[in-house]
């Protein structure tokens, strides 16, 4: 393969390893089916990747965002009412508003989480989003109840590094 | 008593209430009276804040995107380049056989890859060919210089015609589209593929005579993974068209594709 065909290709993994996960989130919260989802995720990052010059002054979270969400409700009103109302809105022109603004965010906040290794993830898994005690926690995690504290400690630590990295400061 | 060391490090679990309420109440007393500390469980509150954001499940999404999208993005790609080459191989043919601005190519040369590349202008296609795959739809005709005394004779079992590519793009959405055309029996062969068109789209073309005549030459849906090219013919002769007009159901044009004398 040329050198053209590999840069290529890097810049596709890359623009899948670094947004595929929050988009894909997205994108299923919003149609509720995993087969439009991944179709609508594959379509919106290969308009990055045929777009590069769109991105360049913008937000490429934000963007992305917001084409996913132009192809899901196009699809859905072209679903619902062809052919009279097949929409020619235009790829990413409307503007980011508030909806979109908390999307971007939580999915954000979704991917710092994940980032973190996976000992942080899995503490504050127990003892924030299953509603466990340090006592309990300790029990399912099969650590000391000190284990337990510190590790929390640590993994918010490390999550609010995780949150400015992507901007998102406590 | 517990130290001010011990009290950070159970600060944690303290903002997300994940203490006994023995324990919390110890710290609670001991943050009455430090400030430093105090200011850790604010910070620790505010970092607390953001997990109500999302849930268990949208952290298992983001961490295991679908990994078959990944690969038909690259197979997508693949064929984009393969797509690229097959142009190139026109494009190295055209270095050698445009005359008059007109490409002389073979019939058959999207089915068969390289089958145009002429062994002469095969020493000058390799750098061309890195740079059409990076674009793969760059205008590959526009800059062509005949060259009349290397030209190669077109293998017997194929059928040579002269047919040409435009291109037109919409930068403000974003849309491109290509036009190939060859003279056919009483009118012109059209070829049009499309890039960034919603799927969805009703896309129709429209031929736009030299005199203003419109000409509606079909239309077709744009689908999702649609490399598909669409085929259709107009019975105004190549000579006698100024320009290609992709437009939507409604009649709004999508790209305006203009004809190059």
Known sequence: ?170 | MMTCEEIRLAMGAHALGALDPDEALEIDDHLATCEACGAELVEFEGVASFLGKVSERDVELVSSPPRQVLDRLLNDRARRNRRGRVLMAVAASAAVLVVGGTVWTTVNTTSHEGSAAAPAAANSSQSSQEKAEAEPRAELYSDSKPSASTAPVPKPTERAVAGREFAGGNTTMGYRATVTAFPGDGGTELSVSVDGVPAGTTARLVVVSRDGRRDPAGSWDVRYQDNAVFKSTTSLPMGDIARFELVDEKGKALVRIPVRK
Not at chain 1, 78 to 83: G, H, S, T, Y
Not at chain 1, 94 to 101: H, Q, T, V, Y
């Open chain 1, 1 to 170: 393969m040329s050198a053209a065909g590999t840069a290529d290709e890097e810049l596709v993994r890359t623009l899948f390893d670094e947004h595929a996960g929050p988009l894909y989130g997205y994108v299923l919260r919003l149609t509720g089916d995993s087969g439009r989802a991944e179709d609508v995720v594959q379509e919106t990052l290969l308009r990055a990747w045929r777009h590069p010059e769109a991105l360049s002054d913008r937000p490429i979270r934000a963007w992305l965002f917001t084409v996913a969400r132009n192809l899901v409700f196009d699809q859905h009103r072209a679903r619902k009412a062809r052919p009279q109302e097949i929409s020619d809105e235009a790829l990413a022109v409307i503007p980011a508003d508030d909806e979109l603004e908390r999307a971007v965010e939580s999915w954000s906040v979704a991917e710092a989480l994940a980032a973190l290794r996976p000992e942080h993830r899995e503490v504050l898994l127990e003892v924030y989003y299953r509603g466990r005690s340090v006592r309990e926690a300790s029990a399912t995690l099969g650590v000391p109840p000190g284990t337990v504290k510190s590790r929390t400690y640590y993994a918010l630590r490390a999550l609010k590094l995780a949150l400015e990295e992507r901007g998102l400061a406590p």
